[in-house]
């Protein structure tokens, strides 16, 4: 292949290409997922991350500026004048001592990678600047997805700010928190509720953009993922470009995961760090289809000749019994990860475990993070509650450096929020008791006083 950039098959085995510009997104060999391919040895590439240190004088230039796109000699498959950027990226990674305690770790070791910093709340941005990018250079004019909520609200939002597509959403129903369907449509998205959940939208929304030529932002997508890589560059960029032992991350769609390992393995490849970190994903307990075939069922990614047919055997299983995703950090109710595949690839390259962790831990976790100043949506919560666990459990060491990513903020979802802290037994329980949740350790509830001056100087005096 003598392009300097092109789409390859994930499976070495089959070595199937496509064309840059190709949005199929499957192999046109064998169906499988693609990856963004570089021939690095004819590509322009810095001797050394501090390079990316001169992007910060230049903020003056919106690529620059970008948290993404300052780092684009490490995802170049465009050209300048077509990159799309709406300023997404400008994140902390916040060194949270508290959070760190309460994981059983060594003060100093724990940062949380704080994506809700983002234009439109979550690290969708850094996936959809990159994808947006794509489809502009590819003459696109209609962009779709299927959504737990996050999705929908970035390309909402980036056609919004562009004008440069129109935006189509799909999404299950009553599966999408309000706070994220309040940005599809304030944003003006076309907005498609159909009856079934994520797992039904996403097939659906494969299907419909096939046979309407509409381009496809879901993280099968891989231009996405190439966005997605640069949250662990800035998260190497706060740490004066130290690996950190453990990356911590909620596991759905397994979109950034795969993303995380292929940036990692890319840097080590072009000599920039000596190590890979270990990667760590969280399932919630009701959604744990990694956790079950990697950790129970002992799937490996095998060189890319993963044992496909007890996926699909899994996945009957599933069908057979009719069970379907059940847990209140909506963004990863998912049963069936389009990136199982590239998970597997990344588990295997980072030597990574999965865990999944019960609602209740889950928010238990996000409410620890709130308390630190933080603020974050459940699904965010898993990756300290999975932290959590696997310091517990010894498999990551109370003094090692970890981080963990805070993939969305709290403003996502405020009603679980209200229901955590809230001292109304009946909100409590319709919200989260209903789901199986059925106390909470750390709930800050509003005390409850009489319109009288005295009794609130009270109440306030008897809180000190
Ligand atoms: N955290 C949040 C806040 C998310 O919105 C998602 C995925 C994930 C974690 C899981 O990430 O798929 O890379 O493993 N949300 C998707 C959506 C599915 O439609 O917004 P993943």
Same mark, same amino acid.
């Given at each position: 292949?003598?392009?300097?950039?092109?789409?390859?098959?994930?499976?070495?085995?089959?070595?199937?290409?496509?064309?840059?510009?190709?949005?199929?997104?499957?192999?046109?060999?064998?169906?499988?997922?693609?990856?963004?391919?570089?021939?690095?040895?004819?590509?322009?590439?810095?001797?050394?991350?501090?390079?990316?240190?001169?992007?910060?004088?230049?903020?003056?230039?919106?690529?620059?500026?970008?948290?993404?796109?300052?780092?684009?000699?490490?995802?170049?498959?465009?050209?300048?004048?077509?990159?799309?950027?709406?300023?997404?990226?400008?994140?902390?990674?916040?060194?949270a001592?508290a959070v760190?305690?309460y994981c059983?770790?060594?003060?100093?070791?724990?940062?949380l990678?704080y994506e809700g910093?983002?234009?439109?709340?979550?690290?969708?941005?850094?996936?959809?600047?990159?994808?947006?990018?794509?489809?502009?250079?590819?003459?696109?004019?209609?962009?779709?997805?299927?959504?737990? +909520? =996050?999705? @929908? &609200?970035?390309?909402? #939002?980036?056609?919004?700010?562009?004008? *440069?597509?129109?935006?189509?959403?799909?999404?299950?129903?009553?599966?999408?928190s309000?706070g994220?369907?309040?940005?599809?449509?304030?944003?003006?998205?076309?907005?498609?509720?159909?009856?079934?959940?994520?797992?039904?939208?996403?097939?659906?929304?494969?299907?419909?953009?096939?046979?309407?030529?509409?381009?496809?932002?879901?993280?099968?997508?891989?231009?996405?993922?190439?966005?997605?890589?640069?949250?662990?560059?800035?998260?190497?960029?706060?740490?004066?470009?130290?690996?950190?032992?453990?990356?911590v991350?909620p596991?759905?769609?397994? +979109? =950034?995961? @795969? &993303?995380?390992?292929? #940036?990692?393995?890319?840097?080590?490849? *072009?000599?920039?760090?000596?190590?890979?970190?270990?990667?760590?994903?969280i399932?919630a307990?009701?959604?744990?289809?990694?956790?079950?075939?990697?950790?129970?069922?002992?799937?490996?990614?095998?060189?890319?000749?993963?044992?496909?047919?007890?996926?699909?055997?899994?996945?009957?299983?599933?069908?057979?019994?009719?069970?379907?995703?059940?847990t209140l950090a909506s963004a990863i109710?998912?049963?069936?990860?389009?990136?199982?595949?590239?998970?597997?690839?990344?588990?295997?390259?980072?030597?990574?475990?999965?865990?999944?962790v019960p609602d209740a831990e889950i928010l238990d976790a996000k409410a620890k993070v709130g308390a630190g100043g933080l603020g974050c949506e459940p699904a965010s919560g898993a990756s300290v509650a999975g932290l959590k666990?696997?310091?517990?459990?010894?498999?990551?060491?109370?003094?090692?450096?970890?981080?963990c990513i805070l993939t969305g903020h709290v403003l996502k979802d405020s009603d679980e929020t209200v229901a955590y802290h809230?001292?109304?037994?009946?909100?409590?329980?319709?919200k989260l008791?209903?789901?199986?949740v059925?106390?909470v350790s750390f709930a800050n509830?509003?005390?409850?006083?009489?319109?009288?001056?005295?009794?609130?100087?009270?109440?306030?005096?008897?809180?000190?």
């Amino acid at each position: 292949m003598a392009d300097l950039l092109f789409q390859r098959c994930i499976n070495p085995a089959c070595g199937g290409t496509a064309d840059c510009a190709d949005t199929a997104f499957r192999c046109p060999r064998c169906g499988g997922l693609l990856d963004v391919a570089y021939d690095w040895n004819r590509l322009p590439v810095p001797s050394s991350l501090k390079h990316f240190e001169s992007k910060w004088a230049n903020r003056s230039n919106p690529l620059d500026f970008s948290g993404v796109w300052r780092f684009r000699e490490l995802l170049p498959f465009a050209p300048d004048d077509k990159i799309v950027t709406i300023g997404e990226g400008q994140t902390l990674c916040q060194r949270a001592d508290a959070v760190a305690a309460y994981c059983g770790m060594s003060p100093g070791r724990l940062f949380l990678q704080y994506e809700g910093m983002n234009p439109s709340g979550s690290f969708k941005d850094n996936g959809m600047s990159a994808a947006f990018t794509h489809a502009r250079m590819t003459g696109a004019t209609r962009a779709a997805c299927a959504s737990t +909520g =996050n999705t @929908s &609200a970035s390309l909402a #939002a980036y056609c919004a700010a562009t004008q *440069l597509m129109r935006g189509i959403i799909f999404i299950g129903s009553g599966k999408i928190s309000y706070g994220k369907l309040s940005q599809a449509l304030e944003h003006g998205a076309l907005t498609v509720q159909i009856q079934g959940d994520f797992d039904d939208a996403l097939r659906r929304v494969q299907e419909v953009s096939r046979q309407l030529g509409i381009y496809l932002v879901n993280s099968v997508n891989p231009f996405r993922l190439e966005g997605q890589k640069t949250i662990m560059f800035r998260v190497l960029e706060a740490l004066r470009w130290d690996v950190p032992d453990w990356v911590v991350v909620p596991g759905g769609n397994l +979109g =950034n995961v @795969s &993303a995380f390992a292929k #940036a990692f393995f890319e840097l080590r490849e *072009l000599g920039l760090i000596a190590r890979l970190p270990r990667l760590a994903v969280i399932n919630a307990e009701g959604a744990h289809t990694a956790y079950q075939l990697h950790e129970r069922l002992g799937l490996r990614w095998n060189g890319g000749a993963f044992d496909a047919a007890g996926v699909s055997g899994y996945y009957g299983e599933l069908d057979a019994t009719n069970r379907k995703p059940d847990t209140l950090a909506s963004a990863i109710e998912i049963n069936r990860p389009v990136n199982l595949p590239k998970a597997l690839r990344a588990l295997d390259c980072c030597n990574g475990v999965v865990r999944a962790v019960p609602d209740a831990e889950i928010l238990d976790a996000k409410a620890k993070v709130g308390a630190g100043g933080l603020g974050c949506e459940p699904a965010s919560g898993a990756s300290v509650a999975g932290l959590k666990r696997l310091v517990a459990e010894g498999v990551i060491d109370k003094d090692a450096t970890a981080v963990c990513i805070l993939t969305g903020h709290v403003l996502k979802d405020s009603d679980e929020t209200v229901a955590y802290h809230s001292a109304d037994p009946a909100t409590f329980e319709a919200k989260l008791g209903k789901r199986g949740v059925k106390a909470v350790s750390f709930a800050n509830r509003a005390v409850q006083v009489p319109n009288d001056l005295d009794a609130i100087v009270a109440a306030i005096q008897s809180q000190r």
